[in-house]
Each structure stands twice: as structure tokens, then as C-alpha cells.
């Protein structure tokens, strides 16, 4: 029931989608339209499974932002700098991209 409850909150806000094509390349290209829906499922599925099961390891860190740069026609993108640091593991920096999707 938790792990659900994460995927909620955090699916709608991940663009699966986009994620599949870059992570294929050239190779979105060759796929059939069902071969990337499969690869999208089959990543989104990976993606969340691993972050509901390691989230609650960083229930307890300390994240820093840095500012945020926005960039391409009206700032349609950005980017999130952060810093993730726990007790007893050095600081990890975690950069967040986000694009404007019909207005949001």
C-alpha cells in the first residue's frame, strides 16, 4: 500500500515517455510503436519499483538547492540543482530537468 501511494505521488510528474527515447537513442528510431510502449511500461515500472523501495533510506537527509536555470523558448525547461547528503555518506549531487507540458 506505501509503495502505491508513492507511485501516485510521484508517476504523474516523470515523463516516462521521454525517458524511454533518451535512453534508447538511435534506437527509438527502429522500434515499433508496440516495442517502445513495451520498453516505456517495462522502465516506468523499473523506476518505480526502485525508488519506493529506496526512498525511505533518505527520509532523513538534508538536500540543498541550488538556483534554478531555466532555459529554452519562454523557459519551457529547467533545471534543479540539489545536493543530497546523509549522516555517514559523502554528498551526492542529484540534478532534476523538467519541461513545460501543455501549459504545466
Known amino acids: ?10 508517476e504523474p ?4 515517455r521521454l525517458a ?5 537513442g538511435r534506437h527509438w528510431r527502429d522500434a515499433s510503436e508496440g516495442q517502445r510502449d513495451a520498453f516505456v511500461d517495462g ?3 523499473l523506476l518505480l519499483r526502485v ?5 525511505s533510506n533518505y527520509t532523513d537527509a538534508n538536500v540543498t538547492y ?6 529554452g523558448a519562454k523557459g519551457q525547461r529547467a533545471k534543479v540543482g540539489t545536493t543530497v547528503s546523509r549522516n555517514g555518506s559523502p ?3 542529484v540534478d532534476f530537468r523538467l519541461h513545460r507540458v501543455e501549459g504545466a
Request: no cysteine; hydrophobic share 55%.
Open 66 to 71: 541550488t538556483p534554478t536555470i531555466f532555459s
Open 20 to 24: 524511454g527515447r533518451l535512453v534508447l
Open 51 to 55: 525508488f519506493a523501495l529506496h526512498i
Open 1 to 10: 500500500v506505501e509503495m502505491i501511494g508513492r507511485r501516485r505521488a510521484v
Open 43 to 45: 522502465l516506468r515500472r
Open 13 to 16: 510528474h516523470m515523463d516516462i
Open 91 to 93: 554528498a551526492v549531487p
